[in-house]
């Protein structure tokens, strides 16, 4: 059995993927910070509604629920778009707006966030390899 085809294994691992990709985004912002006329960037955040209305395009249906408390499947390969993401505080004379402590702040909230998704990923594989190889009783 592949546990990577779990549907919270497939969430939680499309959830790190984009944690690096906005790690990524972060240091080219900071490693722009002295480039004249440079914009920061950021990671679209993806709304739920959006993905499930992308998914029905896709696949030419539209989710329809049976009951109020069922939840529909997405599928994991969901593109990562970037956007403009203005420092609001500050704008250099050259026209730059990367702030380096506001990068710094988002980069620590990423990898809290990163970790944290890693720490429930492994409580997740734990809890499953526990219930496969206990002995029955």
């Known amino acids: ?8 294994m497939q969430m939680m691992t499309k959830k790190m993927s984009w944690l690096s990709r906005r790690t990524e985004v972060i240091a080219h912002n900071v490693a722009h910070a002295d480039t004249p006329g440079y ?4 990671l679209k955040k993806a709304s739920f509604s959006d993905m499930v209305r992308k998914e029905a395009q896709v696949s030419g249906f539209t989710p329809v629920r049976t009951n109020g408390a069922h939840l529909v499947g ?4 969901m593109p990562f778009r970037t956007e403009a993401a203005p ?4 704008t250099s ?6 702030s380096i402590e506001q990068q710094l702040t988002k980069l620590g ?7 944290m998704t890693l720490n429930l990923y492994r409580k997740h594989l734990e809890m499953i390899r526990t219930s496969l190889t206990r002995p029955a009783r």
């Open 1 to 8: 059995m592949d546990f990577n085809n779990l549907p919270l």
């Open 93 to 98: 004379i050259d026209d730059n707006d990367v």
């Open 74 to 77: 997405l599928k994991p390969s």
């Open 109 to 115: 909230e990423t990898q809290m966030s990163y970790q």
């Open 87 to 90: 420092d609001s505080f500050e």
């Open 39 to 42: 914009r920061a960037q950021d």
